[in-house]
């Protein structure tokens, strides 16, 4: 069994840690932020395993991560994460002008939330 962690940022200034632990049952990637705890599928997980290392805080641990990120376990998925990833943020995009749009509107007419 081999096992790593890694300490990234949340946006909220909170720091997590993502672990990383290949059993018989096979791999398991942990968060310890609330939603991870939780069982959901965290963006911290999504961020960092699509290769997006700009919230990871243990920088001298980049050579070990891209390490990790070559298990062969992830071989199936890697292209699916990535694109994930990348659909996550566009959603996020489109939230922040739905949001924007909504308040915009929403005042206009009398709405105040
Ligand atoms: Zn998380």
């Known amino acids: 069994m ?14 997590y840690e993502i672990g990383f632990t290949q059993s018989p049952e096979g791999l398991k ?11 959901m599928f965290c963006r911290h997980r999504m961020q960092l395993l699509a290769g997006d290392f700009s919230e990871l805080q243990d920088k001298e641990k980049v050579v070990e991560l891209k390490a990790v990120l070559n ?9 699916d994460i990535i694109e994930l990833y990348e659909v996550q943020k566009k959603i996020d995009e489109l939230d922040r ?14 709405i105040k939330k």
């Open 2 to 15: 081999k096992i790593a962690d890694f300490k990234v940022l949340g946006s909220e200034g909170d720091i």
């Open 97 to 110: 002008i739905k949001s924007k749009l909504k308040k915009s509107v929403a005042s206009a007419i009398g």
């Open 29 to 39: 990637v942990t968060c310890s932020c609330k939603a991870g705890q939780n069982g």
């Open 71 to 79: 298990w062969e376990e992830f071989n199936p998925i890697k292209k």
